[in-house]
């Protein structure tokens, strides 16, 4: 299983940018998918997650306001739109396999780690 996540880009301060999770020789509707980013000199954040059954998502409080996560089952793809960044938010996302994601506990252990795609937000 390899993902691929794609999108990123140089933006600027309150503008929008759509992230794609995609996966070639299987399907991602299988999955329960979710989304982390690393900023430098920083630790990993999970950002969003969405399950595999009823596509229930889930995102920490402080983010589930600017960032959703959606599937896309035509394309294959797990999105991410991202409004109003913020130069904080400036780091490089992955998408990634979880064992489950729950709207009450958030996401499992996380599997398929592919390359990231680096989003960079200017003030």
């Known amino acids: 299983v390899q993902l691929q996540a794609s999108g990123g880009g140089l933006v600027q301060s309150g503008e929008s940018l759509r992230l794609s999770c995609s996966a070639s020789k299987f399907t991602l509707d299988y999955y329960s998918i979710a989304w982390f980013r690393r900023a430098p000199g920083k630790e990993r954040e999970g950002i969003s997650c969405i399950s595999n059954d009823d596509d229930t998502t889930f995102s920490p409080p402080s983010l589930k306001d600017r960032f959703t996560i959606s599937r896309d089952n035509a394309q294959n793809t797990v999105d991410l739109q991202m409004n109003s960044l913020k130069p904080e938010d400036t780091a490089v996302y992955y998408c990634?396999?979880?064992?489950?994601?729950?709207?009450?506990?958030?996401?499992?252990?996380?599997?398929?780690w592919g390359q990231g795609t680096l989003v960079t937000v200017s003030s």
């Open positions: 990634v396999t979880v064992n489950y994601c729950s709207s009450l506990y958030g996401w499992g252990e996380s599997d398929n």
